[in-house]
């Protein structure tokens, strides 16, 4: 039977050596958000370019996820002019929403690179660890935002991966995310999880700062 007369879902890529889950919870949940980190590039309603990944593959797959900690915004982007999204896993007021991409360790360590407002090297450090595992499900590259790894989970054997600030979100002064961040978000939320603007609106009243 041809795969046009077949009822069963197509098969999904399967989790390959090397191969890691990064989960966004903040605006790489938007698919042209993410891209701009592999392809390079400046992303719809953004400020700045960003040099690229060495490898510009899509993701091979992608899930929604669940996060119990809490999301928060916090500091000032360069990016966008306004709060940006930080995640406490032992944070109250969750859960979270967020999407888990398939991409491999180097592409992991090339995004985590321009989070951190580095240019992406060959033979970065952070492939070996994500590797060889987080030990203790926390990695400190650095006491700068989104330089703090937390492993919050595994799929399909498979470590799922985030970066978020070595503080919690109650050592941190909060800051309203701009209108352009928060498109993002909406994206992302939208192409992962097929929510309306209904869920969308609800969600961000019970995870974005009030005026």
């Not at 321009?114 to 203790?136: A, T």
């Amino acid at each position: 039977m041809s795969t046009e007369d077949s009822d069963e879902p197509p098969a999904q890529p399967l989790p390959r050596e090397g191969d890691v889950w990064y989960v966004s919870y903040g605006s790489n949940m938007s698919q042209a958000r993410l891209t701009a980190y592999l392809e390079g590039g400046i992303p719809p309603g953004g400020k700045a370019a960003n040099p690229g990944a060495h490898d510009s593959t899509p993701p091979r797959r992608s899930v929604p996820v669940d996060l119990p900690g809490a999301v928060y915004f916090a500091g000032d982007s360069r990016q966008w002019h306004g709060g940006v999204a930080f995640y406490d896993h032992d944070g109250e007021g969750g859960p979270t929403a967020a999407r888990a991409y398939l991409i491999t360790a180097h592409q992991f360590a090339d995004i985590a690179a321009q989070e951190m407002y580095r240019i992406p090297q060959p033979g970065d450090p952070l492939v070996e660890v994500v590797v060889d595992g987080i030990d203790g499900g926390r990695h400190h590259v650095g006491p700068g935002h989104y330089e703090t790894l937390v492993e919050v989970g595994r799929l399909e054997g498979v470590p799922m991966l985030l970066f978020t600030a070595p503080h919690g979100l109650d050592h941190v002064e909060h800051n309203e995310p701009s209108s352009a961040y928060l498109a993002m978000l909406a994206d992302g939320l939208r192409e992962s999880r097929q929510w309306s603007d209904e869920d969308i609106t609800g969600y961000f009243d019970r995870v974005v700062p009030a005026d």
